[in-house]
């Protein structure tokens, strides 16, 4: 299995508003191909805290370079994404990395 390491990283945190959850997840699914469809993007995940007391969901995506996620974030399809996943959040931070290198892990070549 071959696995190419990106070179940016973005981790979102979103708390959201309880019970609002199934409809934060669908929205999320249904929004995802914009970032996914996009040439420079390497990956998109939902993730829910297992251990938080209320919901708390992270969202990361891969992409080639940091330039290409800074023209797709300031897009107007991006914004509009954004726009349909804000009712759902009552707050949230970002997180940008450059990823340095990848290891993967004994599993990675069971696929």
């Given at each position: 299995m071959s696995y190419r390491t990106p070179?940016?990283?973005?981790?979102?945190?979103?708390?959201?508003?309880?019970?609002?959850?199934?409809?934060?997840?669908?929205?999320?699914?249904?929004?995802?191909?914009?970032?996914?469809?996009?040439?420079?993007?390497?990956?998109?995940?939902?993730m829910r805290d297992s251990g938080a007391d209320e919901p708390v969901y992270y969202i990361g995506s891969d992409w080639v370079d940091e330039q290409q996620f800074r023209q797709f974030e300031a897009s107007p399809q991006h914004l509009a994404h954004r726009a349909r996943l804000h009712p759902y959040r009552s707050d949230g931070s970002i997180a940008t990395m450059r990823v340095l290198d990848h290891m993967p892990g004994a599993a990675a070549d069971l696929g």
């Open positions: 070179g940016f990283r973005v981790l979102l945190r979103m708390r959201i508003h309880p019970g609002l959850e199934q409809g934060f997840e669908k929205e999320w699914h249904t929004v995802a191909e914009a970032v996914t469809g996009h040439p420079a993007n390497l990956g998109h995940w939902l």
